[in-house]
């Protein structure tokens, strides 16, 4: 029998319930048992995938090619749920399917409504997780109580206990104590009123787990547990972690949250095996060296918007104790100012992918300063794109090279249209995504990262490397060490003649995990740490 998780967010958003959520499935999961994650969101897009990173973060693809929200990146990286389309719905998924449903006339000429119609089709999508093979479900609801949007959601979830048992659910609700200066006082009211209106509802949480910036004291706990009827061993305090996300963990487990969980859902689980993760905490906490890389994009401002980017420098940084300095430089001041004033001193450059031509000149010229003066450069998606259009312009002397995204009447279009994009026109879910295979070039920079002949990786991209052009880049010093199986799209090319110079066309990002680095990223920050070392050296 599946045992359920819920949890829900209230007071304020932003309070990383899904980095709960991935804690509490790798805590359940190093005690043996098998876990499904699944991410609930309200709002109306049917998918992410439209949504522009400063409304909505990164766009986090799967293997299956669902394009997904961010947070199924920290379940990914915590655990080892297996994630596809299931594993994220939206209020326009759900609705999609029953209007799909009343056109086909299966509702035998009912009143279509969001009680029941809705909520059932809510509930087809949660209990789709169990299964044989699944000990536990844990299913993360977006947004914050008090959402209209998120009602229906909520009311699906209130119904569940009584499909599957009360005894096989439990009710995780995360709330925001927060501290006043002024009063010099922790508050906890926001919290009761956020549990009351749960509790309205009709769902009573089980364990509350409280974020705070400092710890809130037994009196303010024992306060909590009385409002909100939860007992007082269940009050899970989260004091803010400054250093690293992966610290989430231990602050849960010393409040016994795993223990809590496996006892009220009555679960018979091994003991707690986190050996490996503390010993990586060790290395997080004392680096014996640092780096510097530049990620050099448009959304540099939004933190979420190339957050697996971000994680998967932290994660290179990791497996070489290495603590990981990024300096976020926005690619149009890049083309103002020149990149000898913002990329000096930068140990690697690293540009990422994006859409639409704002920063394109920017990005291209930090990848030029990479080139000519020999830095680490890792290009991701846009990056090879532009890493392509540089080598064009600068080496083959293709002046006016330009990708057809951004220029449709070049004389050089390096980068075009993939063929089968040419008769898309819808902007949803259409593009070329997910999971690829790429064969790497025996002698190549690629098969020594990834010590493999065939690897597989996750794409979304409309836009490949133009074939007519392959033999010139390839005589004049650009090498392509990966392709598809069929050797007709470029995945990967590098320059075997510079030290670290490699553009991927997918995603490397969204296969990293803390304890296995991508090998890509680890390659990268090795060949910066090189560097690094080597100026210390000879004192620049
Ligand atoms: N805009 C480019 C394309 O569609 C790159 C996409 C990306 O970086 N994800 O091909």
């Known amino acids: 029998m599946t045992k359920h998780i819920f949890v829900t967010g209230g007071v304020v958003s932003s309070l990383g319930k899904g980095l709960t959520s991935a804690s509490v499935g790798m805590l359940l999961e190093q005690r043996g048992l098998r876990v499904r994650m699944q991410k609930l969101d309200p709002y109306i897009n049917v998918d992410p995938g439209t949504m522009s990173p400063y409304q909505h973060g990164e766009v986090y693809v799967l293997d299956d090619g669902s394009e997904t929200d961010l947070d199924l990146g920290h379940y990914e990286r915590f655990t080892n749920s297996p994630l596809g389309r299931e594993s994220n719905y939206t209020t326009g998924q759900i ?213 697996s980017i971000y994680e998967s420098l932290d994660h290179a940084g990791f497996s070489h104790s290495s603590r990981v300095i990024v300096k976020r430089i926005e690619a149009e001041e890049l083309a103002d100012q020149g990149p000898e004033v913002l990329l000096s001193g930068v140990d690697g450059i690293l540009v990422p992918g994006g859409f639409g031509m704002r920063g394109i000149e920017g990005k291209i010229e930090a990848i030029r300063y990479a080139r000519q003066c020999e830095i680490p450069f890792f290009g991701i998606c846009l990056g090879m794109q532009c890493a392509v259009i540089e080598f064009a312009r600068n080496v083959l002397e293709f002046k006016d090279a330009n990708s057809s995204e951004f220029v449709d009447s070049t004389n050089h279009p390096v980068i075009c249209l993939l063929e089968d994009q040419k008769t898309v026109t819808e902007k949803g879910g259409t593009m070329r995504l997910g999971a690829q295979p790429c064969v790497l070039d025996e002698d190549s920079l690629a098969a020594w990262c990834y010590g493999e002949k065939e690897v597989s990786e996750r794409h979304r991209h409309r836009y490949e490397f133009n074939p007519e052009y392959k033999s010139q880049f390839e005589d004049a010093g650009m090498k392509i060490s990966g392709t598809s199986p069929s050797g007709t799209l470029a995945e990967i090319v590098e320059i075997p003649d510079h030290p670290w110079f490699l553009a991927a066309q997918f995603h490397p990002e969204f296969k990293s995990k803390p304890l296995t680095p991508h090998p890509l990223f680890r390659g990268f920050v090795e060949a910066a740490l090189k560097r690094h070392q080597s100026r210390v050296h000879v004192g620049l």
């Open 95 to 307: 609705y999609l399917r029953v209007i799909e449903k009343e056109r086909r006339g299966e509702y035998l000429g009912k009143t279509v409504q969001v009680v029941p119609h809705i909520t059932n089709e809510i509930k087809n999508a949660i209990l789709s997780l169990s299964g044989p093979d699944v000990d536990v479900a844990i299913t993360e609801l977006g947004g914050t109580i008090g959402d209209i949007e998120g009602l229906p959601f909520l009311e699906a979830i209130r119904q569940i206990p009584l499909e599957v048992g009360k005894e096989n659910c439990l009710f995780i609700h995360l709330t925001l104590v927060p501290y006043l200066r002024a009063a010099r006082e922790m508050k906890t009211k926001p919290t009761q009123h956020s549990v009351g209106q749960l509790r309205e509802i009709g769902i009573q949480p089980d364990i509350l787990v409280v974020r705070c910036e400092r710890p809130m004291g037994q009196e303010n706990l024992e306060k909590i547990a009385m409002f909100c009827n939860v007992e007082k061993r269940a009050v899970i305090e989260e004091v803010d972690k400054t250093l690293s996300i992966y610290e989430v963990p231990q602050g849960l487990v010393e409040h016994g949250l795993d223990k809590l969980i496996v006892e009220k859902l009555g679960i018979n689980a091994g003991s707690l095996d986190m050996d490996e993760w503390w010993d990586m905490l060790r290395r997080i906490r004392n680096p014996e060296h640092e780096v510097t890389i530049a990620v050099v994009g448009k959304y540099i401002e939004h933190r979420d918007a190339y957050k």
